[in-house]
């Protein structure tokens, strides 16, 4: 068989990576519900109902004083949103395809190009359900105020980078043992609706309950970007440092391990 090779340079190499990202960016977005919109308006109302079900919890059981002093609803969704941004960019990137998926078929589409599309895609559709969210609360409530909405944000992409990373060592481990590694990501997202802290103040822990915390990149994440939104909250149980240097190390075991699994992977695996 005849084959045509083409040599680019590396800035057209560059635009041809970055186009099949954009391209299998939205394919991830449709894939799911077959309309962007139709998946955007599934996440809002995720995002409202735990909204509402915290809401309730917190009247129910009198302990709204214990939260930070300002907007009630805003400390709700501070770590209600970090809490389904690091959850659904794991979920994303575990779930991406192998080596052995259809798609790598066709050239040249690679791993890394859908692992990219697919942390992409979740934090495209949570950074829109989160500004119509913030939008229609600041339309309805009043202004939503952010002392420094650079830093919030910031956190935001924190977590995203983080559930990514471990997302990534997920995918790596999943060709293995595909049972274990979903029974894996079920008990670590359950997990993290406590052991994230998104619901209570950090700073009134008490330091013999923070071994249960602190382990956990998501808690940093949440708290200090607590700090970054209300003026009178300063941080002083979490760090910014702990959760890069995290997302480094389980990026860097990730990539390896993927790359391990690739060179190893056959296609009967899944059958």
């Not at 970055?18 to 309309?35: D, E, Q, W």
């Not at 339309?139 to 990514?164: C, D, H, K, P, Q």
Request: some cysteine; glycine content about 6%.
């Amino acid at each position: 068989m005849f084959h045509y090779s083409r040599s680019q340079s590396g800035f057209s190499a560059a635009l041809t990576v970055l186009r099949l990202i954009f391209v299998n960016t939205v394919r991830h977005l449709r894939k799911s519900n077959g309309s962007p919109i139709i998946g955007l308006l599934l996440s809002i109302s995720q995002a409202m109902v735990m909204i509402v079900v915290f809401s309730f919890m917190y009247t129910i059981f009198g302990v709204r004083s214990a939260a930070i002093r300002g907007d009630f609803l805003l400390y709700l969704m501070s770590g209600i949103f970090l809490f389904l941004t690091h959850n659904k960019a794991l979920a994303a990137v575990a779930g991406s395809e192998t080596a052995t998926s259809p798609m790598m078929q066709h050239a040249p589409m690679n791993t890394a190009i859908a692992i990219i599309s697919s942390a992409l895609s979740a934090l495209y559709i949570q950074v829109l359900t989160i500004t119509a969210v913030l939008c229609a609360y600041s339309l309805g409530w009043g202004t939503v105020t952010f002392e420094n909405i650079l830093g919030a944000f910031g956190m935001l992409l924190l977590a995203w980078a983080s559930g990514s990373a471990i997302g990534m060592v997920f995918l790596a481990a999943r060709p293995w043992a595909p049972g274990l590694i979903r029974l894996l990501i079920q008990i670590y997202t359950r997990a993290n609706m406590i052991t994230s802290g998104k619901m209570f103040v950090a700073n009134q822990t008490p330091n013999y309950m923070l071994a249960f915390f602190s382990w956990n990149p998501l808690f940093h994440t949440i708290d200090q970007a607590r700090g970054f939104i209300f003026v009178n909250y300063n941080p002083h149980k979490s760090s910014i440092i702990y959760p890069v240097v995290f997302s480094l190390v389980f990026l860097t075991i990730g990539l390896l391990a993927e790359f391990f699994t690739r060179k190893r992977v056959s296609l009967s695996w899944s059958r």
